[in-house]
DNA sequence: GTCTATACAAAGATAGAC
DNA sequence: GTCTATCTTTGTATAGAC
């Protein structure tokens, strides 16, 4: 068995890029874009760090990469779920919404994400994502004006209460518990045990 | 008439104060807190960095004391509402949180903050805080859990639309222009005018 | 109350070896 | 394909003058 450090493992270079950008998402989504470093990616994903730049180009260039995987598996997740019976296909839709929190920080890099509209190069590339959904679910699975808003917020509110960490205050206070109840219907138990923890680093 | 450079033009401690804070809520907005120096706060608010640094003591307590004032000032907003027909309060409250795009940055802060949750300094104020604003839609606005649902996962909505810059799809895409519709009512207007363009820093 | 100068640490990116 | 070493820039924070 080779030692270690030194040249990690060899890995073909679609896997390492996956694994790269897995990682990537997990500490992008708990540190924001801003806040993450080269560094920290290439440990979460056990590579150096001049590797992770390498590979990407640039930090920038990586962040798009993720998040444009993170709406990508959004959109698959919800795409899943559009054959079965019409009447509750936004309430799996949301299912498969809550499903995303197995992705480790795929949620919160996305709402990281549609805060960096006042940037000129991730700002228009977040945009054409977001709309991209949006037009999923007017056009392809059919929601109208009302239905696509209240889909949406629901999701928004959902990324919130996951960035805030807030599921430790489930059973310490009603009124969070309501929310939860209400914003996740019977995926309260998948989203508390899917979230991270606040004590987590990601 | 003093030089325009060194000892900007005194100014008594608290209205510098809060002139600081106003700036910092902009930049944080536009550039979240990892992304923020606070050289750019400097800058904006029209002072040096160091004395930036001197008056809050760290970044850190900058932006926690943004944070709580954004706080403050949301709450203030709804709590003028509270008075006036109870049929329309909450259609009120939404008119006042469109209102508070006045105030720049505001609004992208907060959802800045609520990303916050696994830092181990911010995020528990982050939680008390957003869990005051819960309880002051659930206790004393008298809201039921399904209509405080809606309405953080509305207010949650429309904070994404102005993080991202959407505004300017508004006329160019007919799904954006119903989200808009939808998600801001009469307010669409004030929205489109008080929000950042894609292009301004903040 | 406010600034200039600066020390010191962190982090992105590059060069080049294996 | 992957690493070590390192250059360079940037940014927080401190010291001390006015």
């Known amino acids: 068995m080779s ?5 990690t493992s060899r ?7 996956e694994s790269i950008l897995a990682a990537a998402t997990a500490v992008f989504g708990a540190r924001s874009y801003a806040g993450t470093t080269t560094d920290e990616v290439a440990k979460a994903a056990g590579v150096s760090q001049p590797y992770v730049v390498r590979m990407f180009g640039t930090k920038q260039k990586l962040f798009l990469d993720v998040v444009d995987r993170a709406v990508q598996l959004t959109l698959s997740a919800f795409r899943a779920q559009l054959e079965g019976p019409a009447e509750t296909r936004i309430e799996r839709m949301g299912g498969a919404y809550v499903g995303l929190l ?6 919160q890099t996305l709402n990281n994400a549609f805060l960096l509209g006042g940037d000129p190069e991730i700002g228009p590339q977040c945009r054409r994502l977001f709309v991209d959904v949006l ?3 007017r056009n392809e699975v059919g929601m109208d004006s009302e239905q696509a808003f209240a889909f949406l917020g629901n999701g928004m509110l959902i990324n919130t209460l996951v960035g805030l960490r807030l599921g430790g205050d489930y059973d310490r206070d009603p009124d969070v518990k309501d929310l939860y109840d209400a914003c996740l219907g019977g995926g309260v138990g998948a989203a508390l045990t899917l979230a991270p923890r606040a004590d987590e680093p990601w």
């Open 135 to 137: 037009h999923f679910v």
């Open 102 to 107: 197995a992705e480790r920080g795929l949620l």
């Open 11 to 17: 890995m073909p270079s679609g896997e390492r890029r």
């Open 3 to 7: 030692s270690m450090s030194s040249p």
